[in-house]
């Protein structure tokens, strides 16, 4: 991974956010996931310098992450951090956009672009949960499972780098021998930030009302292509399947050897197939 771009910083609705700011062309705009320590530059690093070469990708720190803002959040919270991020790009000029999203992200993302229409040209979306059900079944751990592995990584002795390798290579990588060290440094020691480790000490609280989405998924107008992990560790590809067929334009990709952060994992492979679906946006729908 390549050292972060310059740090930028700038107003989304009275919230600080910080951001990287690379590449020239159409606006793109990454949202992280939201395990301990992740930022827009832990998660997306190894693949935005590849979209950077015909897009202007704004990696953004998402509220209470990375440098952005550790403010608490009340209220349904996906309903904020949509508001919130739509106020970001009215300060940065950005009338319209495409967004690359993983897990924690891509439910923000779904949900502005059920809510804001006219500021999404196309979404991509991995690892996300919208919804509180799967196909067939309740989902594992009743949803919870993310929530789970961050009380139990903030717990005990408290974040130890060993338990950040643990982590990430159970939960988010397929082959956990290929993690960069320099990956896992820098998610261990944002994962120490004191606003972070009192936000995790409140637990679920600081962080809004959760919002099942089911009734926002019918309602996107924008083309989806959901691009998942074949060993997703979260939620197996029935769930995407689910998805992409509530979303009335949804497509699904299923990558191989990748679990939860295939654009880490397959970082060329996740840029072609991504880069493809917004091509095909770009030049006016899936068939042109």
């Keep these: 991974m390549t050292p972060p771009p310059e740090s930028r910083y700038a107003d989304g609705g009275g919230v600080e956010y910080h951001y990287h700011d690379l590449g020239t062309g159409n606006d793109t705009v990454f949202l992280h996931g939201g395990g301990p320590g992740c930022t ?14 015909d897009r202007r990708c704004l990696l953004v720190d998402i509220h209470q992450y990375g440098k952005s803002a550790k403010t608490t959040i009340t209220g349904p919270m996906w309903d904020h951090h949509a508001a919130k991020t739509v106020a970001l790009l009215d300060t940065l000029g950005v009338p319209r956009a495409d967004f690359i999203c993983n897990s924690w992200g ?3 993302a779904l949900n502005l672009a059920a809510k804001y229409p006219d500021r999404v040209r196309s979404l991509v979306i991995t690892g996300s949960m919208p919804v509180f059900h799967g196909p067939l079944a309740p989902l594992p751990e009743g949803g919870r499972r993310g929530r789970n592995a961050r009380d139990a990584y903030y717990g005990g002795e408290g974040p130890t780098r060993e338990k950040m390798r643990h982590l990430i290579t159970t939960l988010e990588w397929y082959d956990g021998t290929a993690l960069p060290e320099e990956t896992l440094d820098l998610r261990y020691q944002q994962s120490l930030d004191p606003g972070e480790r009192a936000l995790a000490a409140m637990s679920d609280s600081p962080r809004g009302d959760w919002q099942d989405l089911t009734e926002e998924l019918g309602r996107i107008q924008a083309p989806v292509l959901f691009v998942w992990g074949m060993h997703d560790a979260f939620l197996t590809p029935d769930y995407p399947l689910m998805l992409a067929r509530m979303a009335p334009n949804g497509n699904l990709h299923v990558m191989d050897h990748v679990s939860h952060h295939p ?9 072609s197939v991504v880069s493809g679906f917004l091509r095909s946006v770009d030049a006016g729908g899936a068939d042109a």
């Design 263 to 271: 654009q880490e994992e397959r970082p060329r492979t996740y840029h």
């Design 40 to 53: 827009a530059w832990s998660d997306f690093g190894p693949v935005a310098p590849l979209f950077a070469s």
């Design 106 to 108: 891509g439910t923000i």
